[in-house]
């Protein structure tokens, strides 16, 4: 149970469905977050801080994801690979199974729609198949030749801790090439970025304030968002390198959005 408010005497009762580490945590504004002691400013820390900080997160990725098991050794002749069997891996499950009953996160998808009156809304989660829940605000600009560009603003809130970090992805759809009906639904890869240029930094912003005021969150440091972890088994990790504390704290595929 975690208590989130706006001042040293503020006070409200989030359920976060998070795990090992992070328990009965006071989430003012002018408090650490616990054990990780992530400041509201969390990408601003010192060295010293940004050091302690590391560490805590690797100790709570490892409570989630099991040393060894490479993906090359996997047997899919039996019903449940070997680094599904883990103690890690149940927990990482059990923190999707509570994430997927979050009352708080059901009234977020539900309060989009009026915090941001001009925008599509979507739910970008994709349960057990990264480790965060996803939401997103959108427009769609048509430009003069028919293309269409698509800038979505995402919010991922991890299932692993009470942290969340908000992105934004730009996408053309009709590419060049082929006849005029294929360029209208080739969409673009998605460019995913965490820097948001003129109005859109303001959108992020409101994003960023209702994540915190209704679940509780407070942001991921992004300046440890590469930080490797070799030789730990994240199962939805396609990448070759090893995976990233980004990665297995919420995806190896943010840009991926309905």
């Keep these: 149970m975690f208590s989130a408010g706006k001042g040293p005497?503020?006070?409200?009762?989030?359920?976060?469905?998070?795990?090992?580490?992070?328990?009965?945590?006071?989430l003012r504004d002018d408090a650490e977050i616990g054990p990780l002691m992530i400041c509201r400013l969390g990408w601003r820390m010192s060295n010293e801080e940004s050091s302690r900080v590391?560490?805590?997160?690797?100790?709570?990725?490892?409570?989630?994801?099991?040393?060894?098991?490479?993906?090359?050794?996997?047997?899919?002749?039996?019903?449940?690979?070997?680094?599904?069997?883990?103690?890690?891996?149940?927990?990482?499950?059990?923190?999707?199974?509570?994430?997927?009953?979050?009352?708080?996160?059901?009234?977020?998808?539900?309060?989009l729609p009026r915090a941001f009156p001009g925008d599509g809304v979507g739910a970008g989660t994709q349960p057990f198949a990264s480790a965060c829940l996803r939401c997103f605000v959108y427009r769609k600009e048509v430009q003069p030749r028919g293309e269409i560009f698509i800038t979505r603003i995402a919010a991922a809130v991890s299932v692993l801790a009470p942290l969340y970090v908000v992105y934004g992805t730009a996408q053309k759809y009709g590419e060049e090439g082929g006849s005029e009906e294929q360029r209208r639904y080739r969409p673009s890869r998605p460019a995913l970025s965490f820097e948001f240029p003129g109005a859109l930094k303001a959108e992020a912003d409101a994003l960023s304030r209702l994540v915190e005021q209704s679940l509780g969150c407070r942001p991921f440091p992004l300046a440890l968002a590469q930080v490797p972890l070799p030789g730990i088994r994240v199962g939805f990790f396609n990448g070759e390198q090893a995976p990233t504390l980004l990665d297995a704290l919420f995806s190896d595929d943010l840009e991926n959005l309905p």
């Design 9 to 26: 005497s503020s006070s409200r009762h989030v359920e976060l469905p998070i795990g090992l580490f992070l328990l009965d945590v006071d």
């Design 54 to 111: 590391r560490s805590r997160l690797k100790a709570l990725v490892h409570q989630y994801y099991a040393k060894g098991f490479p993906a090359e050794e996997d047997d899919y002749s039996q019903p449940l690979l070997v680094y599904q069997r883990t103690p890690e891996h149940q927990r990482w499950r059990a923190c999707w199974e509570k994430a997927l009953a979050w009352n708080e996160w059901r009234t977020l998808l539900k309060e």
